[in-house]
């Protein structure tokens, strides 16, 4: 599996910190600061540490000074996550490891594993197997900002519908995580009922974006990527996903766009 470019991690920063959602993130703070004096957390897909930086403050709150290990399989990343980190003035170590092999995964002495935007990316089994491991340590999970198949344009266009269908077949298209299709949209609720069949406890809470005017860059972004998806798969004549795709990157300054996240805390049972 290939990361993502830190230009684009930064584009999309602002919307993801807002989208979080904040009580499930005290939850997670909570309850980790109530089970040793310096837990491990494990950020995997780490990126340029916006995960870290997200949660952070909501574990300062709680009292709780944790220690992270950064996994992601791009130095590059990596390197800027570790300065993160050290600004932040948090303990954190980086660790390189193919994402698409489970058995990679440094779970470790992990109390919580978080991840964000990245188990839309994942098959079935890679999240059966990763519940299975994550479930043998009695860690839990925080995984936030799973895409979850609703995306809304306000003023609409008539093909906005179809778009949105062609997107979203796209991304059941394998990403790297696992063999066999990614789960895309149904990413958040299966990663649930994976964990509750294994006792967890589980939450799951919206984290949509909500795109505005000060948003524009990232608008046109993602509606450029929509738009690349639904042209791989000729389900739209190409003149036709051109004419809408420049409908919304010309409104984009004026438009609203909402789209739909889920983020999940899943919790062991207590012994």
């Not at 390197?79 to 980086?94: F, K, M, N, S």
């Not at 006792?199 to 993602?222: I, M």
């Not at 639904?230 to 909402?258: I, K």
Request: proline share 6%.
């Amino acid at each position: 599996m290939s990361g993502f470019h830190s230009s684009w991690l930064a584009l999309r920063e602002p919307a993801d910190h807002r989208a979080r959602d904040v009580a499930l993130m005290r939850k997670a703070a909570e309850w980790l600061a109530e089970t040793e004096p310096v837990p491990v957390v494990v950020d995997l897909g780490c990126g340029t540490g916006s995960t870290l930086a997200a949660l952070q403050p909501a574990l300062r709150a709680a009292g709780c000074n944790a220690r992270w290990r950064l996994v992601d399989d791009d130095p590059a990343l990596l390197a800027l996550a570790a300065e993160r980190a050290a600004e932040l003035g948090v303990d954190a170590e980086t660790c390189r490891a193919d994402l698409s092999d489970v058995a990679a995964v440094p779970i470790g002495d992990a109390r919580l594993l978080t991840a964000s935007a990245l188990f839309d990316l994942a098959s079935q089994d890679f999240v059966a197997a990763l519940a299975n491991d994550i479930a043998g340590a009695r860690a839990a999970l925080y995984a936030g900002l799973s895409y979850d198949g609703s995306t809304t344009f306000q003023p609409a266009h008539p093909l906005d519908g179809i778009v949105v269908a062609g997107f979203n077949r796209h991304q059941l298209r394998p990403k790297g995580l696992g063999a066999g299709p990614s789960l895309g949209p149904a990413a958040a609720r299966m990663l649930a009922k994976e964990m509750q069949a294994r006792g967890y406890g589980v939450e799951l809470a919206d984290s949509p974006w909500r795109l505005g005017p000060s948003d524009r860059a990232l608008a046109v972004e993602h509606v450029d990527g929509m738009a690349a998806a639904v042209g791989e798969l000729g389900v739209l004549d190409p003149a036709e996903l051109d004419a809408w795709r420049r409908f919304r990157r010309d409104s984009a300054g004026d438009a609203q766009v909402t789209v739909g996240h889920l983020d999940l805390l899943a919790l062991p049972a207590p012994d």
